[in-house]
Structure formats: C-alpha cells, structure tokens
C-alpha cells in the first residue's frame, strides 16, 4: 500500500534552518503528478504549503515563498523541504500529501517548532 514517511522535524532557533523529507513507498514514485506539504498548528486548520507538480513546477504559500524551497529526488522516492529563516509562527506539524489514482494519502507528520 502507498505509505509517506515524514522526518527532519525538530527544535530550532528563530532564523534557524532545516530541511524535511517525505518518503513514499508503495507506488511508483515517478507516477506521481505532484505532491503536497500542508502543516498544522494547535487548534488550526491544516495549512497548504507548497506543491512540486511534475512538469509544472513549484507554487508556495505567501507566508513561506522566499524562506522555503521543495525539490525531488526520484532515486530515492523522496521529496524534500529546505526550511530557511524560520520564524515561531511556522510552528507545527509538518505533513505530505499525494492524490494518486483516486486517493488520498496522508504522511504521519514531523514536529516542527522554532523556539528561542
């Protein structure tokens, strides 16, 4: 079955940087039109992002276009998101998403907090 797997989540400094990954398995990874970051702060609603399309290119947030940067690598079936000048309001669960064949499918999350 398609699985995503999120890491790179963690604490960091206001300014501070990092990047996070989304894994997928179960699907051939080069069939994927585009994927999708979305996050979630407590008691929020689940935030779009940004979106690598295949083709298409690249479409970012506002709040994050400038600071954060998305890229493939299909040899490893994995997504990335490179995390710059972070701020205490980018906070949050950070989640992937794929539509594929009809359906949805979710990653677990990775914490994100930017904390002095």
């Known amino acids: 079955q398609v699985q995503l797997v999120e890491s790179g989540g963690g604490l960091v400094q206001p300014g501070g940087s990092l990047t996070l990954s989304c894994a997928a398995s179960?699907?051939?990874?080069?069939?994927?039109?585009?994927m999708d970051w979305y996050r979630q702060a407590p008691g929020n609603q689940r935030d779009f992002v940004e979106r690598?399309?295949?083709?298409?290119?690249?479409y970012y947030a506002p709040s994050v276009k400038g600071r954060f940067t998305v890229s493939a690598d299909d040899a490893k079936n994995t997504v990335y998101l490179q995390m710059n000048s972070l701020k205490p309001e980018d906070t949050a669960v950070y989640l992937c998403?794929?539509?594929?064949?009809?359906?949805?499918?979710w990653g677990q999350g990775t914490q994100v907090t930017v904390s002095s």
């Open positions: 179960g699907v051939v990874f080069t069939s994927i039109s585009q």
């Open positions: 998403k794929i539509d594929q064949e009809g359906n949805t499918y």
């Open positions: 690598i399309a295949r083709n298409l290119g690249t």
